[in-house]
């Protein structure tokens, strides 16, 4: 393609995904197929790629997050970023509203006001010039924060490029969904790492990350509340319509008031509507609508006159602490678990509660038999805020810091951040049962039928001493002899066992439960090393030399290799015949088709459309979304659309399906 049509493309296509993206981020409204959007996607991609020089800083392709930075520079609020006073009651507020009227001097007998939701999140400033997306800063103190620009790029509802080319500075809330976090709490558990307590500290420490490709993959989004310009609005809210036309997303849960008592109205409608909401907020935002009026109020050192917080109650309750159990997880960590006295909060019936580590119960000075707060904030498990010693009896008990592992008496340390006590014994059953389904788990081998409760009954059989002996150990004669299991069931489970030995070798590098190890970073590694001998084999320097393999995980993995106990389980794992290499689909990887482009069009009779995709790009091809002039093939199938018009047009070579099986 000739340079000028190229930018030309590139310039389109930044625009349409741009397009697709607000259509699907931010009004919630996808106008194409996820399918559509890929090859468009990948073929920008691919032109930048190739023609580095044309690429925009308005690209969704920065979405992915750019190089690592190795630490965040400081940078200067042009307008403080102060805060907002908290008020918990209905005087509160009109305290606040009669304190406005004061100093503002106003005649007006009522306030108008704009009601919104307070997001439990972290608070950003956007500056914009030229319409380009120039910096994004976080709150810091309040004068000065850090600049987190290059995570900010990967905020998918962050706009990179707006039609409003006057300087426009943005204030707004980046927030995590609750059901993102709970997906990244779940991943973090499965790889042996301490789950984020709540969706607003996850959002905090996946801004904090120096890998802006880590922060892509953390889904976090962005709600503007705020606009600083010289555009001639008069009020807040005009404000908030300008940003929305400007393609931020705005919330439209918000209320322009005609005074305080309305505002207070909405406030509490919201108190009881929030457990709906798919994000996290704690409260409501009321603030002065007229600008005129907010220049006359001004501020204080710390916070702004203009706007006030009502914060909700916390969901908090009193019950009884009936006893604390220990669990020993995968990798050996001892949690201490309340059993409560079960008791209602907003709505849900609380019987467990969190205690995170034995500092944490010599911090709060707890004991077994008291009665405790707990609260369900921001936190999906909720937890134990504080005793209430005045209601002690005598009868209760100090909670002791286990010596030895409670489920096996091994011996046990504090492990390498001095706050989790950990057992040392690898045979350790609650382990053993932990790992071994771990190892039968979706993302691992996925061995339907072999959950928590047939681990823990084959485990103490003691047909299963390690995941290794399922391979072996777990016959249809055997299972025929439990007195639970069905003849189905028992040879379902055969079956599902039988097939798991061909997963590919990134779920089996996930199943083996190395300590930090996700099954993102096992897909990376299984694509480096290409088994798992090779893998056993690297030494740390080389494994940390990888691309988001950090230090940590590098040690972790090379540890698991030293340990003889892992070496023979792998042993039994490949001496059953289960996969540990990668197939030969790989190895077939050819540069064939190296610097031709292909598109695909119409119904395929012997592929679906992603397995011709990822044939040809196999072959050393590239598959494009839309004929142009840089396209080689056309692959033709039936009832073709109008991709084949174009390809005429353009002298494109027309291949049909039997066509390209002979190439
Ligand atoms: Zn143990």
Redesign the pocket.
């Known amino acids: 393609m000739a340079d000028g049509k190229t930018k030309k493309r590139i310039e389109e296509l930044v625009k349409l995904l741009n397009y697709y993206n607000y259509m699907y981020y931010v009004e919630n409204n996808p106008v194409v197929t996820d399918y559509e959007y890929d090859t468009l996607y990948k073929e920008l991609a691919g032109l930048e790629r190739e023609h580095p020089q044309y690429r925009r800083a308005d690209s969704p392709t920065l979405k992915v997050g750019g190089e690592p930075l190795k630490k965040f520079a400081a940078v200067r609020h042009m307008v403080p970023m102060l805060s907002i006073d908290n008020t918990y009651s209905k005087e509160e507020l009109l305290d606040f509203d009669a304190r406005v009227k004061k100093i503002t001097e106003t005649d007006e007998k009522n306030i108008e006001y704009a009601v919104e939701l307070k997001y439990d999140g972290v608070a950003v400033a956007l500056i914009y010039e030229g319409g380009n997306f120039l910096r994004g800063v976080t709150r810091g103190d309040g004068w000065q924060g850090d600049d987190i620009t290059e995570n900010l790029k990967t905020v998918k509802t962050l706009p990179l490029f707006i039609p409003y080319k006057k300087p426009l500075e943005v204030r707004g809330e980046i927030y995590m969904r609750k059901d993102i976090f709970m997906r990244i709490n779940g991943e973090k558990k499965k790889s042996g790492e301490t789950p984020f307590a709540n969706p607003r500290n996850a959002t905090a420490g996946s801004l904090k990350l120096l890998d802006p490709k880590t922060v892509a993959k953390r889904n976090l989004q962005l709600f503007a509340y705020q606009g600083i310009a010289e555009n001639g609005a008069a009020t807040h809210w005009e404000m908030l319509e300008f940003l929305k036309k400007t393609s931020f997303p705005v919330n439209p849960h918000r209320k322009l008031v005609k005074n305080i008592e309305e505002a207070i109205d909405y406030c509490v409608q919201w108190q009881s509507k929030r457990a709906d909401l798919p994000y996290n907020i704690d409260g409501m935002v009321i603030k002065v609508n007229s600008l005129a009026l907010r220049e006359k109020s001004g501020a204080t050192s710390k916070s702004v006159r203009w706007a006030v917080a009502y914060k909700f109650p916390a969901e908090q309750a009193e019950t009884t602490l009936k006893e604390v159990r220990v669990q020993?997880g995968r990798t050996?960590t001892l949690t201490p678990v309340a059993i409560l006295e079960p008791v209602e909060v907003s709505g849900t019936t609380v019987s467990r509660a969190t205690l995170h580590n034995f500092d944490e119960i010599k911090r709060l000075g707890v004991k077994t038999g008291d009665r405790v707060f707990i609260e369900k904030g921001g936190e999906i498990i909720p937890k134990i805020i504080k005793p209430v010693p005045e209601k002690r009896t005598g009868n209760e008990k100090d909670i002791p810091v286990p010596h030895e592992?409670p489920?096996?008496g091994?011996s046990i340390v504090k492990d390498d951040e001095g706050v989790a006590l950990r057992?040392l014994?690898v045979r350790?059953p609650?382990?053993v049962k932990e790992r071994i389904t771990h190892f039968t788990s979706r993302d691992a081998m996925d061995i339907e039928g072999l959950g928590e409760k047939w681990v823990d009954i084959f485990v103490d059989k003691k047909m299963l001493s390690d995941y290794g002996d399922i391979y072996t150990n777990i016959t249809y004669e055997k299972l025929m002899d439990l007195e639970r299991m069905a003849e189905t069931s028992s040879r379902n489970l055969v079956e599902a066992i039988e097939k798991s030995k061909d997963r590919p070798l990134a779920n089996l590098v996930f199943a083996l439960g190395i300590r930090h190890i996700g099954i993102h970073a096992s897909e990376i590694l299984a694509e480096k090393f290409g088994s798992i001998k090779e893998l056993g084999e690297a030494d740390e320097e080389t494994l940390s030399s990888i691309n988001e393999i950090g230090p940590v995980m590098a040690k972790s993995i090379a540890d698991f290799f030293r340990n003889e106990e892992n070496i023979r389980v792998i042993r039994k794992l490949k001496d059953a015949g289960v996969k540990t290499e990668q197939g030969r689909a790989e190895a077939a990887k050819s540069d064939k088709f190296a610097g031709l482009t292909f598109v695909i069009t119409g119904t395929l009779s012997g592929y679906t459309r992603d397995e011709l995709a990822s044939l040809i790009k196999k072959q050393g091809g590239r598959v494009a979304g839309s004929v142009s002039g840089n396209t080689d093939y056309l692959i033709c199938g039936a009832d073709p659309g109008s991709k084949l018009d174009k390809a005429k047009e353009l002298n494109v070579k027309i291949l049909s399906e039997s066509d390209f099986n002979t190439l």
């Open positions: 020993v050996g592992c489920v096996c091994g057992c014994n350790c609650a382990q």
